[in-house]
T-cell receptor, first 110, second 113 residues
Framework: QKEVEQDPGPLSVPEGAIVSLNCTYS??????FMWYRQYSRKGPELLMY????GNKEDGRFTAQVDKSSKYISLFIRDSQPSDSATYLC??????????FGKGTRLSVIA | GAGVSQTPSNKVTEKGKYVELRCDPI?????LYWYRQSLGQGPEFLIY????????DSGLPNDRFFAVRPEGSVSTLKIQRTERGDSAVYLC???????????FGEGSRLTVL
């Protein structure tokens, strides 16, 4: 079992839809949880950063962490074609390198 | 530029050849990371530098892979006797520290024929 599991998709939604992306993990030491967005042939860029359990909102994006279930989610409201990208979850314990999920490929259709 | 710079952006080589990939981090970032991303996969950790020293090289797949950062800034990832399975995008990232935000370069796409 990989430390971080993420459904690779692809996921295709119409413009304006709410998108839900998620990851599960097995290492209970993970405390820092991130979502990166990666456009085709580009490097990943940080989208959301959460410490421990709870919710964090930034504009159309909401990140949720449930440490008891070892489950994290990213919600995108009012999705736009420009949101089409691969979304990578990543996490670590704070003193170890980031471990990434496989990434979910999202297409938002106009 | 202000971001992480990686060269070359594309490298095609033959099996058995030696390859060097270069990373120029954001100025002032003491931490530097190399990750490898295969098609359809997330980035996989290779090695991490804090300053000039390799703080964690546990992700290097075997002794054909080696990385240096002699002056605590630019880093070079070196791959000897390349194999077709080494084909991937090699990503470099830098941060202010291990707990800081990682800023990635656009990657070096290596193809081994």
């Amino acid at each position: 079992q990989k430390e971080v599991e993420q459904d690779p998709g692809p996921l295709s939604v119409p413009e304006g839809a709410i998108v839900s992306l998620n990851c599960t993990y097995s290492n209970s030491a993970f405390q820092y949880f991130m979502w990166y967005r990666q456009y085709s042939r580009k490097g990943p860029e940080l989208l959301m950063y959460t410490y421990s359990s709870g919710n964090k909102e930034d504009g159309r994006f909401t990140a949720q962490v449930d440490k008891s279930s070892k489950y994290i989610s990213l919600f995108i409201r009012d999705s736009q074609p420009s949101d089409s990208a691969t979304y990578l979850c990543a996490m670590n314990s704070g003193n170890t390198p980031l471990v990434f999920g496989k990434g979910t490929r999202l297409s938002v259709i106009a | 530029g202000a971001g992480v710079s990686q060269t070359p952006s594309n490298k095609v080589t033959e099996k058995g050849k030696y390859v060097e990939l270069r990373c120029d981090p954001i100025s002032g970032h003491t931490a530097l990371y190399w990750y490898r991303q295969s098609l359809g996969q997330g980035p996989e950790f290779l090695i991490y530098f804090q300053g000039t020293g390799a703080a964690d090289d546990s992700g290097l797949p075997n002794d054909r892979f080696f990385a240096v950062r002699p002056e605590g800034s630019v880093s070079t990832l070196k791959i000897q006797r390349t194999e077709r399975g080494d084909s991937a995008v090699y990503l470099c990232a830098s941060s202010l520290g291990l707990a800081g935000e990682l800023f990635f370069g656009e990657g070096s796409r290596l193809t081994v024929l």
